[in-house]
């Protein structure tokens, strides 16, 4: 008897398994090469391993935190939790950093910065931020034009020199004695009468003294900023860098930034401020000039009756005149005139405006 060899019904139920997981397992390894190319967790080793799965090895695996060394299948790579929407994988920058976006092209950071408002010191760059950036000024205050103003004085103060004549009788025609009087008090002896002269010894000269002042230029704060420590890590399939959280004394949110006055790129950069670096002043004052020396020497002298011109005056004596006088001491009393004037006022020039613009984007 010819024996025919036939395949068992119960056999077919399973080979149709078999190749149907032969079928589902090729697409899944091409699905999961497209994906990695961020530094995420799972890799091309695993997802193109064809080596016998069981239905409880692919469950896991597609709930699991994809560190298995085992393949991802389709059902893992659709889940709606490990999309590239979903934000960076968990672990993939660590506690301490989050996944933000890399500097647009022709800007630099990312950046960390500092405000200081007060006088103090300015904190150090991090080691996770250790490339200085540019330390700027925020917020300008215009101080004003130069405040100018012009003092004239002698140069050469004008001298007078004043004589005493004492007398018997009011014509004065012959003197007792005489002596040199200035405005310090002279102890001598005026018996009934006195002649007095005053008169200018020298040429008087003006001299010209300019004040200025130049306000201050005040700022709101000093920033310092300090950029990321490359090579960054990537994050979010590379779309993104892993930056550390800035310290405490370094403001929360980070920038980019750009040298002059920039329209902040798209994206998650889009705060925009404006810091500078320097300021450019020429504020001065113009020069300014007096008039001539006026001097006259207008004086009196006074005659005390007791020594070292203690008590009241007892009498004056006028300047080229002859006056009945009696007395112990005497001092001239002098006034030189208008003494110097200003011929012509100085002028505020110049202006001081901010420079060296820098623009910095940051994240809301």
């Known amino acids: 008897m010819r024996l025919r060899h036939r395949t068992s019904p119960s056999l077919r139920p399973s080979l149709l398994i078999v190749a149907l997981s032969l079928a589902c397992t090729g697409p899944s390894a091409n699905i999961d090469d497209g994906s990695s190319d961020g530094g995420g967790s799972s890799s091309t080793g695993a997802s193109t391993s064809l080596t016998t799965t069981t239905a409880s090895t692919t469950a896991s695996d597609s709930s699991g935190d994809g560190s298995s060394g085992g393949p ?6 659709t889940d709606p939790g490990s999309s590239s929407d979903s934000g960076p994988l968990p672990g993939e920058c660590g506690a301490q950093a989050a996944c933000s976006a890399p500097a647009p092209s022709g800007w630099f ?3 960390i910065y500092a405000r200081v408002t007060e006088a103090g010191d300015l904190p150090a760059c991090p080691a996770e931020y250790a490339e200085p950036g540019p330390t700027v000024l925020e917020g300008y205050h215009d101080p004003g034009p130069a405040l100018c103003d012009c003092e004239c004085d002698y140069g050469v103060a004008p001298s007078c ?3 005493k004549y004492s007398h018997t009788t009011a014509a004065c025609n012959s003197y007792l004695d005489y002596a040199q009087v200035s405005e310090t008090c002279m102890n001598t002896n005026v018996a009934g009468f006195a002649s007095f002269y005053a008169y200018l010894q020298n040429s008087p000269s003006c001299m010209q003294n300019k004040v200025e002042e130049i306000p201050p230029v005040e700022w709101d704060a000093t920033v310092r900023s300090c950029k990321l420590q490359g ?7 590379g779309a993104g860098v892993c930056t550390p959280l800035p310290p405490s004394d370094f403001e929360a949110n980070l920038c980019v930034y750009k040298q002059g006055d920039e329209a902040c790129p798209p994206g998650e950069y889009s705060v925009k401020r404006s810091y500078y670096s320097n300021i450019e002043d020429s504020r001065d004052c113009s020069s300014c000039s007096c008039g001539a020396a006026v001097a006259t020497c207008e004086a009196v002298m006074e005659v005390y009756a007791d020594l070292d011109c203690a008590g009241d005056v007892a009498s004056a004596v006028p300047n080229n005149a002859c006056t009945p006088a009696t007395g112990s001491s005497v001092a001239m009393a002098l006034d030189t005139g208008l003494g110097c004037t200003v011929a012509s006022a100085p002028e505020a020039t110049g202006e001081v405006a ?8 940051c994240q809301g």
Do not use: R, V
């Open 231 to 237: 090579p960054a890590t990537s994050c979010e399939e």
């Open 161 to 163: 020199y004043g004589y």
């Open 354 to 361: 901010p420079t060296g613009q820098f623009t910095f984007c």
């Open 72 to 77: 991802i299948t389709t059902t893992a790579t």
């Open 109 to 111: 950071g990312p950046t």
